[in-house]
């Protein structure tokens, strides 16, 4: 294992190099500013062989530049602080839609459904907050009861506050988060959407 203290990118691609790395997990913040570095076309980094992404929704666009453009067969995964790291992820086996479109399918023994306001389960397709219950979720914030009450209900579901859709296989797709949905017209306009058309453009970086 080779850790860097500070992330850089220019660094990151010099190990990779120099230590063959095999396994590259990441955010995608991170393999944006390495894809983009100036010295990226000058890196021998054939040893890359697969890893993940997380912590961070990632654009269509990344992930096939990550895998077509680094070599590297990454995986991508969703989860959070409370769900201990990984509650959904893709498998090497998906295809190249599947792994750009979709955070996977849910780990052994994580339950992870989709419901609506009155926190009614939606049908395949629909959009509503992911919930989820695992033994890898938390039992509850430090001497924080009310805030616990408020994030897992009586049933022991977490309320992630991410929206979301899943589909008939079980694939979830993040969608955003429910602050940060802006109803204009009486239209749903979800700031995900919006970025991953930006990010298309060949003069947005990130």
Known sequence: MVLLEEFKASEALRLIEQEKITIHNGVPTMFILELNHPGFGDM???????GIIDAAPCPEEIVRKIRMEMGCNVVVAYGSTETSFTLTVTSLEDDDSIRSQ?????TSGSEVKIIDA????????????????????MKGYFEMPEKTSEAIDSDGWFHTGDLGT??????????????????RGGYNIYPREIEELLYKHQSVLE
């Open 44 to 50: 021998d980094l054939s040893s890359l062989r697969t």
């Open 102 to 106: 979709t955070v996977g399918k849910p």
């Open 118 to 137: 009155n926190r009614n389960e939606m049908p395949s397709g629909g959009i509503g907050e992911i919930i989820c219950r695992s033994p890898c979720v």
């Open 166 to 183: 899943m589909d008939e296989e079980g694939y979830l797709r993040i969608v955003g988060r429910k602050k940060e949905v802006i109803i």
